[in-house]
């Protein structure tokens, strides 16, 4: 069993930056690949990056990349957001998630295991 919780959301202005954290528990949580997904309202939720277990590979979804970078610390047992510069568009609610490998190009929901409660980005214009 795995427990994740988000924090670090907020408001923001165009072109700021905000970084996300997600605290994991449970005994697998270094052992697994890390992903953040975002669901902004009236919309399905959609992928945004993943990292592997030890932190040595990444993928962005192309909306995100160059701009957003995720990072891992598992000696602390939490996967970081960095988010820059964010436009309105980048507004909803971000989860990060927990799969059940090491590493894989895992953009669907169906392909985590566990899941946080979700912190609130708001990106005004």
């Known amino acids: 069993q795995v427990q994740l919780v988000e924090s670090g959301g907020g408001l923001v202005q165009a072109g700021g930056s905000l970084r996300l954290s997600c605290a994991g528990s449970?005994?697998?949580?270094?052992?697994?690949?890390m992903g953040w997904f975002r669901q902004a309202s009236g919309k399905e939720r959609e992928f945004v990056s993943i990292i592997s277990w030890s932190g040595d590979m990444t993928y962005y979804a192309d909306s995100v990349k160059g701009r957003f970078t995720i990072s891992r610390d598992n000696a602390k047992n939490t996967v970081y957001l960095q988010m820059n510069s964010l436009k309105p568009e980048d507004t909803a609610v971000y989860y990060c998630?927990?799969?059940?490998?090491?590493?894989?190009?895992?953009?669907?929901?169906?392909?985590?295991?566990?899941w946080g409660q979700g912190t609130q980005v708001t990106v005004s214009s």
């Open positions: 998630a927990a799969s059940r490998v090491r590493w894989g190009i895992l953009t669907q929901t169906q392909s985590y295991a566990y």
């Open positions: 449970g005994r697998t949580f270094s052992s697994n690949a």
